[in-house]
């Protein structure tokens, strides 16, 4: 089981920058994909941005040259870098991880438990 703990959330003013990091501990074989969700109060949870193994990307059009995630794989750690933040990207933000077991097993997911980001003046 693989157990993830997010930080880095907070408060910063429109324009403003902000980093997460998604840190992954316990059993597992391999964590194929880390990503990035948010969910704004009276909306859905909707995929932010999303990393392979490899390192290959995938961003919501809406953070497209403003965010970039990354990861660390000898930590185990996932990051997203929020630059020229707006008041719309408040939200709590969630990491996800897929990941195996064993070599065997077939992928299963993790979330952690959220951390908070409002931007506003």
């Known amino acids: 089981q693989v157990q993830l703990v997010e930080s880095g959330g907070g408060l910063v003013q429109p324009g403003g920058s902000l980093r997460l990091s998604c840190a992954a501990s316990?059993?597992?074989?391999?964590?194929?994909?880390m990503a990035w969700y948010r969910q704004a109060p009276g909306k859905q949870r909707e995929l932010v941005a999303v990393?392979?193994?490899?390192?290959?990307?995938n961003y919501a059009d809406s953070v497209k040259g403003r965010f970039t995630i990354s990861r660390d794989n000898a930590k185990n750690t996932a990051y997203l870098q929020m630059n020229s933040l707006k008041p719309e990207d408040t939200a709590v933000y969630y990491c996800?991880?897929?990941?195996?077991?064993?070599?065997?097993?077939?992928?299963?997911?993790?979330w952690g438990q959220g951390t908070q980001v409002t931007v506003s003046s």
């Open positions: 996800n991880a897929a990941y195996q077991l064993t070599a065997m097993t077939g992928p299963l997911s993790s």
């Open positions: 990393i392979t193994s490899g390192t290959s990307t």
């Open positions: 316990g059993r597992f074989f391999s964590i194929n994909v």
